[in-house]
Nanobody
Framework: QVQLVESGGGLVQAGGSLGLSCAASGRTFNNYAMGWFRQAPGKEREFVAAISRSGGNTYYSDAVKGRFTISRANAKNTVYLQMNSLKPADTADSYCC?????????WGQGTQVTVSS
């Protein structure tokens, strides 16, 4: 069992930055690829970014590529999402997830990101 707890959400003006963290419980963190999804009001949850178990490979949606950076610290059981040049369209609840194999095994409870214009 892995528990994921996100932190770092908040309110920021357009053009600003926020950094999200996701702390995982357990001793098997580096067995999981990690990712971030988000869900805006009235919309479906969408993929934002992912990182491989070692951190050597990262993936981004077109909407955030060049603005967001995903990273992980396996020694700290933590994955990060640095969000720069934020836009009002980035307003959403952001969720951390852990994937092993083809399916997502665990989700965090989410943290709210609000970008004002």
């Amino acid at each position: 069992q892995v528990q994921l707890v996100e932190s770092g959400g908040g309110l920021v003006q357009a053009g600003g930055s926020l950094g999200l963290s996701c702390a995982a419980s357990g001793r098997t963190f580096n067995n999981y690829a990690m990712g971030w999804f988000r869900q805006a009001p009235g919309k479906e949850r969408e993929f934002v970014a992912a990182i491989s178990r070692s951190g050597g490979n990262t993936y981004y949606s077109d909407a955030v590529k060049g603005r967001f950076t995903i990273s992980r610290a396996n020694a700290k059981n933590t994955v990060y999402l640095q969000m720069n040049s934020l836009k009002p369209a980035d307003t959403a609840d952001s969720y951390c997830c852990a994937r092993r194999g083809l399916s997502i095994s665990y989700w965090g409870q989410g943290t709210q990101v609000t970008v004002s214009s």
